[in-house]
């Protein structure tokens, strides 16, 4: 599968952002989808997770309750709400692909096998 990540962006502290990731390929209703950011100077880190069909949904402490995590197994899309912004929310946003499980290691890079090429989200104090 391919992925294609989009709609990032400038913009003001208390503001949003949703970002998109289509894919390409078969059976993206197979796959377990993850959001993962990349701040400058830091490692990447995990963001979010949502199960195959979009049963269910994860997040990290720092964005829950901000962050939404949705899926449109129809248009091969998942998507990334993200609300009240901060400047610690500035980085490189990156979606990610797995037929493995979420239950565990869903925050471990090395547990999704496809990634999308990263979209700058900027978040002015």
């Known amino acids: 599968v391919q992925l294609q990540a989009s709609g990032g962006g400038f913009v003001q502290s208390g503001g949003s952002l949703r970002l998109s990731c289509a894919a390409s390929?078969?059976?993206?209703?197979?796959?377990?989808m993850g959001w993962f950011r990349q701040p400058p100077g830091k490692e990447r880190e995990f963001v979010s997770a949502?199960?195959?069909?979009?049963?269910?949904?994860y997040y990290s402490d720092s964005v829950k309750g901000r962050f939404t995590v949705s899926r449109d197994n129809a248009k091969n899309t998942v998507y990334l709400q993200m609300n009240s912004l901060k400047p610690e929310d500035t980085a490189v946003y990156y979606c990610?692909?797995?037929?493995?499980?979420?239950?565990?290691?869903?925050?471990?890079?090395?547990?999704?096998?496809?990634w999308g090429q990263g979209t700058l989200v900027t978040v002015s104090s």
């Open positions: 390929g078969r059976s993206f209703s197979s796959y377990g």
């Open positions: 949502i199960t195959d069909r979009g049963y269910s949904t």
């Open positions: 990610a692909a797995t037929l493995r499980p979420l239950y565990s290691a869903r925050t471990y890079h090395n547990h999704y096998d496809y």
